[in-house]
């Protein structure tokens, strides 16, 4: 079971950026996914969560309408859509797979002008 990140990068406030977790070593479309993210000096928190059919998902309430989680799972990726950035969202991001207590290495996400 493996989760790999992608998509982190640098941006500056209000800008956007799009993470995407590939998973190999089972199938993505039979688990709910989740992302996560930690700040510099703070606890890991929920980002957002979607089902398995990609019909619920959940969000923190700092990202609720400026964040969304998707997923293909013909492509075994899950994907999050980050818009309208602030440097409060500054952290590393990490997808999680709950169902298999797996972990990514989690990519850098830098809000700054």
């Known amino acids: 079971v493996q989760l790999v990140e992608s998509g982190g990068g640098l941006v500056q406030p209000g800008g956007s950026l799009r993470l995407s977790c590939a998973a190999s070593?089972?199938?993505?479309?039979?688990?709910?996914m989740s992302w996560y993210r930690q700040a510099p000096g703070k606890e890991r928190e929920f980002v957002a969560s979607i089902s398995s059919d990609g019909i619920y998902t959940s969000y923190t309430n700092s990202v609720k309408g400026r964040f969304t989680i998707s997923r293909d799972n013909a492509r075994n990726t899950v994907y999050l859509q980050m818009n309208s950035l602030k440097s409060e969202d500054t952290a590393v991001y990490s997808c999680?797979?709950?169902?298999?207590?797996?972990w990514g290495q989690g990519t850098q996400v830098t809000v700054s002008s």
């Open positions: 999680y797979a709950p169902g298999r207590r797996a």
């Open positions: 070593g089972f199938t993505l479309s039979r688990d709910g």
